[in-house]
């Protein structure tokens, strides 16, 4: 170890020396508006000595070459790398709040490590299990690839300032996750209509930021995978609803009748038309309870497999551990 010490810092230095020039160069292309080589040198003395300036000196190159889908990325790395220099993590947002509105912003989490690739990039992303990438308006295939040479592909269309999560699974071997292709695809637009939500993610397409085949937004279609608890579904009846709910506004219509002749009474018996009142509101109550009550019983004891329930427009209702919806569903 003592005799490899004065070569490791004899190497430290040298790389030192070797980014130190490259940035001065950079320096002086991007003095002379040559934005291009100044990127490339700024790129090559970060990669040999990894820094904020270098990344920040690239950042300002690349706006300036009116580049901003390499500016945002870079932006996104300095703000993951350097997030607690004030400098770096000022100049990150600033690009981002500024950029961002017009590409799609796709965050890519894998189970293991893997390096993520687009079709509008031209080298991967460093490994790691989270990334975070920007792709221009339209449909895209975005690629990740693991450590044991496996790479799965999922296709996604968005529109200019949304947003989609993507998550990547490590199929076992012999086994090749729904929603995903092989590498080298030929067919990279073929999955666009297949999407993600057969994997249980919320990348389907559209340009609404929600997954087409459910017509959910992506945070609730995330809810709905395979890790979510079973749905209580209930589907409430016609016949109880219509008749105890006819008997429920017969007996309200009756209870204001009687509100209001208790109220003419004057001298006759007042107390005795009150007290009807009184009954008569809580038999309406009565009334309300019993059809809910008969209505989630009914629905509860019908086959859901019956054509008759399932044909046509109906009402829902759903419970699970997130709250409850209602809405109205059917087939069409």
């Known amino acids: 170890m003592l005799v490899a010490l004065p070569c490791a810092r004899a190497d430290e230095g040298e790389q030192r020396r070797e980014a130190g020039k490259l940035y001065a160069e950079a320096q002086d292309a991007a003095m002379a508006a040559n934005y291009a080589r100044a ?6 003395a ?3 000595l990894p820094s904020p300036q270098a990344l ?6 690349y706006l300036a070459a009116d580049q901003p889908l390499l500016a ?3 932006a996104e790395e300095l703000l993951r790398r350097y997030p607690y220099d004030l400098t770096s993590r000022s100049l990150a947002l600033e690009t981002i709040d500024r950029l961002s509105s017009r590409f799609v912003r796709v965050l890519v989490t ?5 390096t993520v690739q687009t079709d509008e990039r031209e080298q991967p992303t460093e490994p790691g299990r989270s990334h975070i ?13 693991f450590d044991d040479g496996t790479t799965l592909t999922k296709n996604i269309r968005r529109g200019a300032g949304q947003a989609v999560s993507l998550d990547f699974d490590r199929p076992l071997a012999g086994v090749t996750e729904p929603g995903t292709e092989p590498a080298g695809s030929a067919d990279t637009g073929a999955g666009d209509e297949r999407g993600a939500g057969a994997a249980g993610q919320a990348t389907g397409d559209g340009d609404d930021g929600g997954d087409r085949s459910t017509g959910m937004p992506m945070g609730a279609a995330r809810m709905q995978s ?5 749905v209580d579904r209930i589907e409430p009846p016609l016949v109880p609803l219509l008749i105890g709910g006819a008997v429920t506004a017969g007996l309200g219509a009756v209870a204001v009748w009687s509100h209001r002749d ?3 009474a004057g001298q006759g018996d007042p107390a005795s038309a009150e007290q009807r009142t009184r009954i008569l509101v809580g038999a309406t109550a009565l009334s309300a309870a019993s059809t809910l009550a008969v209505s989630i019983v009914w629905a509860r004891l019908v086959d859901d497999d019956q054509p008759a329930q399932r044909d046509g427009a109906r009402l829902g209702m759903s419970f699970d551990t997130h709250g409850y919806w209602v809405g109205m569903g059917g087939r069409f």
């Open 262 to 264: 208790a109220l003419a």
């Open 46 to 48: 970060n990669e040999l």
């Open 39 to 44: 990127a490339e040198l700024f790129e090559r």
């Open 226 to 230: 395979e890790n979510t608890p079973a």
């Open 133 to 145: 990438v920007y792709v221009a308006a339209g449909s895209h295939a975005i690629s990740a690839r």
């Open 110 to 114: 894998c189970d293991a490590e893997c």
């Open 56 to 61: 920040r000196a690239a950042i300002q190159v």
């Open 72 to 74: 945002i990325a870079r």
